[in-house]
């Protein structure tokens, strides 16, 4: 944008200059016209009303159906916390949260001990092979997961290897596919947490004081990259408590969103308190996340669809 | 500048506590590519075998040649409008949300809480959801009664087993990632090009117009690029809405491989293999649009 600063009114993008050619045109005037709008947006710290407009229309987009699940789970009569105090002595509630959460936790901890030292390895040694990486880990986005889900069964269920015949082998291909939906955030929170700090420096540093590889990540790599790691396995937490298609294919119905279907289709008013509690639950953990995140930058994390 | 990475990436390679003199360092990804194959590439090969084959167990191209029969271009074509119009609707509604909140000048609490909600909403996908809006735009739901005793008696809510019920629904959680996209972007703007401008003699208008709309229109169009494949990808918030009445291209792919009243697995996968190609184009749109955008913002 700068021309060349010969200066004055030769200078070709000089904008006083170009334009004092121009006849009744007033420099003084246009520099007056600037500070007193900059003046007035200064002022305007209320907010412009379409602003306003906006913002409550969204507002009630994102209120609105809150209200309908709340006031719909209070209908009970005269007990209005009947569905809660149900829901909370159904073991099936309790099972399917505490068999998701569970399945959660164990994904988190899979994903990140496979992605920790791969993206860091990628970053160090094999710079190479980072394209192939990455695009392996955005593969997730675009298989759908019912697709993932079946092509597992069909695989599993014949040939050596028999996972879908037992109970424990089920389980385990939901873990397995879970991590798989976690690589596209994880493997990004984990690169950019990796690309904050100087991991060549610090792995230099502990190779001169005589570390391995194992005490390296474990004691050098993962505890700086704390906030990241605890971001990305808070989303993928949230993401497999919410989870339907996967768990529903590998006859999961334990799972907290098969339960919470099947209620759906069962039941008048549990549903809507199962629901609010579930988005309270999705609420927390991103109330960490931003906690966690403050004071870094603020990072998007997109999910795939459910 | 690419270049440039690699050549620093290039040098950032140590010696490894001695070892052999082959380069071994590739063993360091066995990990994850065992891990990928067993539950990813296995699964995926056979999605592509499977397509290939009829059900007897010949080779064939007639699963692809019947995609385009029965009601698989209506689903294909459902799946589209319905991302289509969301993506859209959701870009601009939530573009106008995240400029009211930074553009706008509301007060900064505000936008806090636009942010931190969107970070919920856009995450708040599948059964719950669904059963929100039933709950709210129902026959029997919160606001359809509320408008009804308000006077709107004609009202009989919203039929959330249509196409306009689905989008209604999928705005949900699309305008949010909108917000959480858009507003960073549209706070890297920098001050100092609408001063620019302002000094030049533009109005807010023509500062929009040729400035700011400009630089932010490979960001705004890569995200409507993702919400297009977010709405396409969605199937248990269409499911629990729909029960399955209407025919999306993912909820006919689940009917037709687990086999309820359709049953052809190996049309399933060949539908599917159609899903991978239309997602693949759209985050591959995505990546380059991105990668367009960093142009401008946060330099």
Known sequence: ?306 | MADAVAVREQGAQLAPPARSRLDWSWLGLVPFFLFCTAFLFLPMAFLVLGSLYDPEGAVTLQNYADLSTGIIPGAFANSIEISVVTAIAGGIFGFLLAASVTVGRLPRVLRTALLTFSGVASNFAGIPLALAFIFTLGTLGFLTTLLQSLGLTGFRGVNLTSKLGVEVVYMYFQFPLMVLIIAPALEGLRREWREAAENMGASAFQYWRYVGLPILTPTILGTMILLFGNAFGAQATAFQLTGGTLPLVTLVISSQIRGDVLHNPDLGYAMAMGMVVIMGISIFLYTLLQRRAERWLRS
């Open chain 1, 1 to 306: 944008m700068s021309g060349p600063s010969g200066g004055g009114s030769q200078a070709p993008f000089g904008p006083m200059g170009v334009m004092e050619n121009e006849p009744g045109f007033n420099p003084d005037r246009v520099r007056v016209d600037a500070v007193a709008r900059a003046a007035r947006r200064e002022r305007r710290a209320f907010g412009a009303w379409w602003a306003w407009l906006i913002f409550i229309l969204g507002a009630l987009y994102f209120i609105v159906p809150l209200l309908g699940v709340f006031f719909h789970s209070i209908r009970t009569r005269p007990d209005i916390f009947l569905a809660y105090r149900q829901v909370f002595a159904d073991p099936a509630f309790l099972r399917g949260l505490g068999y998701s959460f569970t399945a959660g936790v164990i994904t988190v901890v899979v994903s990140l001990l496979i992605i920790v030292p791969t993206a860091y390895w990628v970053r160090l040694r094999v710079p190479r092979l980072r394209p192939l990486v990455e695009f392996v880990t955005l593969m997730p986005f675009v298989i759908p997961p019912v697709v993932l889900a079946f092509g597992l069964i069909r695989i599993y269920s014949q040939g050596p290897v028999r996972l879908a015949a037992t109970d424990t082998g089920l389980n385990v291909m939901l873990i397995g596919a879970y991590v798989v939906l976690s690589f596209p955030y994880m493997y990004r929170a984990v690169d950019t947490g990796l690309a904050a700090i100087d991991v060549r420096t610090l792995t230099e540093a502990a190779q001169s004081l005589g570390s391995g590889w194992t005490r390296i990540l474990a004691r050098v790599i993962f505890p700086n990259l704390r906030t990241s790691l605890l971001s990305g396995a808070f989303l993928t937490l949230a993401i497999v408590i919410g989870e339907y298609t996967i768990a529903q294919v590998l006859a999961r119905t334990m799972a907290f969103a098969p339960y919470l279907s099947l209620l759906g289709r069962n039941q008048p008013y549990q549903p809507a308190a199962v629901s609010l509690i579930s988005f309270g639950l999705t609420w927390l953990a991103m109330i960490l996340i931003a906690f966690l995140g403050r004071g870094s930058r603020a990072r998007v994390q997109v999910t795939g669809a459910r």
